[in-house]
């Protein structure tokens, strides 16, 4: 990589990061303005809350991790070699942030919401455009994460649904309770895998396979799809069903609503098992039990 590239890629690497801990920010904000709102409810003496409206403060926090989130998805769709210079790469990504839009961004929004949006897209149109040269070299790298286009989602799709027959909901939700699993699935208890050391593992038996990047393709309009770096592999609901996977389709996580988690592959399952020996304590039992 040469000098010129080198930029290139830390100027996009401090518009993920701007994004990323702005966010962390504001998000920090909001649970302490609604953690306040709760105090004052209890001094008050009043049992349930009877206030529903948002305060000017609130409604002018929320929509700006919401649209630094929508930013940060954008610019990820891009990678530094889509840039054929430094200022090319500054005018990109701050178009970007000027226009990015999310499920959570969109009209109608009140004048707070949109005033608080259009702040935070001027502060990060101003970041990457003014961004000191001689500072490029300092910046710190992150974990490779691109925003895959609405084309790759549909072939991922249409490969889990050939390959894995997923259809929407996938195993233990998509057949009655007690049916047979895909060749060599099994549904786990979903909480064991909020555990950052099973997370390691998991992640230690994926890479035994030779998989350094892997797909994440979610449920929902308001969460991006994206190609991720091993190192970012989390495979938990949060609100919105996910699905793994690499290049070759062999193995598949799936993390559903009803708080399970599928293991999938002739080749991950016994590995896990391998590697968990405490796997047969956590299968899954069903969402009524």
Same mark, same amino acid.
């Given at each position: 990589?040469?000098?010129?590239?080198?930029?290139?890629?830390?100027?996009?690497?401090?518009?993920?990061?701007?994004?990323?801990?702005?966010a962390?920010?504001?998000?920090?904000?909001?649970?302490?303005?609604l953690?306040?709102?709760?105090?004052?409810?209890?001094?008050?003496?009043?049992?349930?809350p009877?206030?529903?409206?948002?305060?000017?403060?609130?409604?002018?926090?929320?929509?700006?991790?919401?649209?630094?989130?929508?930013?940060?998805?954008?610019?990820?769709?891009?990678?530094p070699?889509?840039?054929?210079? #430094?200022? $090319?790469? +500054? %005018? /990109?990504?701050? *178009?970007?942030?000027?226009?990015? @839009?999310?499920?959570?961004?969109? =009209?109608?929004?009140g004048?707070?919401?949109?005033?608080?949006?259009?702040?935070?897209?001027?502060?990060?149109?101003?970041?990457?455009?003014?961004?000191?040269?001689?500072?490029?070299?300092?910046?710190?790298?992150?974990s490779?994460?691109?925003?895959?286009?609405?084309?790759?989602?549909?072939?991922?799709?249409?490969?889990?649904?050939?390959?894995?027959?997923?259809?929407?909901?996938w195993?233990?939700?998509?057949?009655?309770?007690?049916?047979?699993p895909?060749?060599?699935?099994?549904a786990?208890?979903?909480?064991?895998?909020?555990d950052?050391?099973?997370?390691?593992?998991?992640?230690?038996?994926?890479?035994?396979?030779?998989?350094t990047? #892997?797909w $994440?393709? +979610? %449920? /929902?309009?308001? *969460?991006?799809?994206?190609?991720? @770096?091993?190192?970012?592999?989390? =495979?938990?609901?949060?609100?919105?069903?996910?699905f793994?996977?690499?290049?070759?389709?062999?193995?598949?996580?799936?993390?559903?609503?009803?708080?399970?988690v599928?293991?999938?592959?002739?080749?991950?399952?016994?590995?896990?098992?391998?590697?968990?020996?405490?796997?047969s304590?956590?299968?899954y039992?069903?969402?009524?039990?």
């Amino acid at each position: 990589m040469n000098a010129s590239a080198d930029r290139i890629e830390a100027l996009h690497t401090a518009a993920r990061r701007y994004c990323f801990d702005r966010a962390a920010q504001w998000s920090a904000r909001y649970d302490e303005l609604l953690a306040a709102k709760e105090q004052g409810r209890r001094h008050s003496g009043l049992l349930e809350p009877i206030e529903l409206a948002y305060t000017d403060e609130e409604l002018a926090t929320f929509p700006r991790y919401q649209v630094l989130h929508a930013i940060q998805a954008e610019i990820e769709a891009f990678v530094p070699s889509d840039f054929a210079s #430094l200022d $090319e790469a +500054r %005018e /990109l990504l701050a *178009e970007a942030g000027l226009s990015a @839009e999310s499920l959570f961004t969109r =009209p109608p929004t009140g004048e707070i919401e949109r005033e608080a949006m259009a702040d935070e897209r001027r502060l990060f149109a101003a970041y990457v455009r003014e961004f000191p040269e001689e500072k490029l070299s300092t910046v710190e790298t992150l974990s490779y994460r691109r925003t895959l286009t609405e084309d790759e989602r549909r072939r991922i799709l249409a490969q889990l649904r050939q390959r894995w027959g997923v259809d929407g909901y996938w195993y233990p939700l998509d057949r009655p309770l007690g049916d047979d699993p895909p060749p060599f699935a099994h549904a786990f208890d979903a909480e064991p895998f909020f555990d950052p050391g099973l997370q390691r593992v998991l992640r230690d038996v994926v890479g035994a396979l030779g998989v350094t990047r #892997l797909w $994440e393709v +979610r %449920e /929902l309009e308001s *969460e991006r799809d994206y190609e991720l @770096e091993l190192s970012l592999f989390e =495979p938990v609901y949060n609100g919105s069903e996910g699905f793994w996977t690499a290049r070759s389709f062999d193995w598949l996580v799936y993390a559903s609503h009803e708080s399970s988690v599928t293991i999938a592959g002739a080749e991950l399952f016994p590995a896990l098992q391998r590697a968990w020996p405490a796997w047969s304590e956590f299968s899954y039992v069903g969402w009524d039990a």
